[in-house]
């Protein structure tokens, strides 16, 4: 199957200060990047969608401004996380799919980072 | 997206079958059946999916209930590294995101 890097695969950072997440297709051109956040014992809760050239939809509550989500090429997507909290604090791991026109677009996971804000 | 319903845990003994069910009632005519797996501190993993036939890969079997109501994942021969979560999902051929449920934990004995 495809492969999906992330990077860092874990960060520590004080509060208040920005984070930035790096999520790459290593064999394949990803049209479209999705990114999700999981807290302890919980599952993976998708915080937006994005696609190669257009801004990120990010589901409902997670603050835009906050979260920048940035899909610049077909490889690369990037996540900041602006003036982070402790509640911050979680796993997050990105995800991609693949070419257009296809009816079925697999998606293919990232490691993920896990990021803690002091 | 239509909903799944999984068991919480399951308990399985090493080389032994271990059968996954999954209850999805209100699957519609186009979504897909998937199933990931996420062992601890680490993205989840593609297992399978299926549209109505049976499936078999070198990962796991998916047998599918006739009316798609309902499915099971089949690991023929658990071994200590199939412990992880496994998230039975639906998606539709459109292909938007996957939404994860809670999944069943599954523990393997040796």
């Known amino acids: 199957g495809a492969v999906v890097s992330q990077h860092p695969s874990w960060v520590i950072c004080k509060s208040g200060t920005s984070v930035k997440i790096e999520c790459r297709s290593l064999d394949f051109q990803a049209t479209t990047m999705f990114w999700y956040r999981q807290f302890p014992k919980q599952s993976l809760m998708l915080m937006a969608t994005s696609n190669e050239g257009s801004k990120a939809t990010y589901e409902q509550g997670v603050e835009k401004d906050k979260f920048l989500i940035n899909h610049a090429s077909l490889t690369l997507s990037t996540l900041t996380v602006t003036s982070a909290h402790p509640e911050d604090s979680s796993f997050y791991i990105c995800?991609?799919?693949?070419?257009?026109?296809?009816?079925?677009?697999?998606?293919?996971f990232g490691p993920g980072t896990r990021l803690t804000v002091l | 997206d239509a909903k799944t319903t999984q068991p919480n845990s399951m308990e399985s003994n090493e080389e032994e079958p271990v059968h996954l069910p999954c209850n999805h009632s209100?699957?519609?005519?186009?979504?897909?059946i998937h199933w990931y797996r996420q062992l601890p501190s680490q993205g989840p993993e593609y297992v399978i999916h299926?549209?109505?036939s049976n499936v078999n890969n070198r990962m796991a079997s998916l047998a599918i209930a006739e009316d798609r109501k309902s499915s099971t994942l089949i690991l023929h021969r658990a071994t200590l590294r199939d412990a992880a979560v496994y998230y039975c999902i639906l998606r539709d051929s459109a292909g938007t995101a996957l939404i994860f449920g809670k999944g069943t934990t599954l523990s393997v004995s040796s």
């Open positions: 995800s991609a799919s693949g070419l257009a026109g296809i009816p079925y677009n697999e998606q293919f």
């Open positions: 209100t699957i519609s005519g186009t979504d897909y």
């Open positions: 299926g549209l109505t």
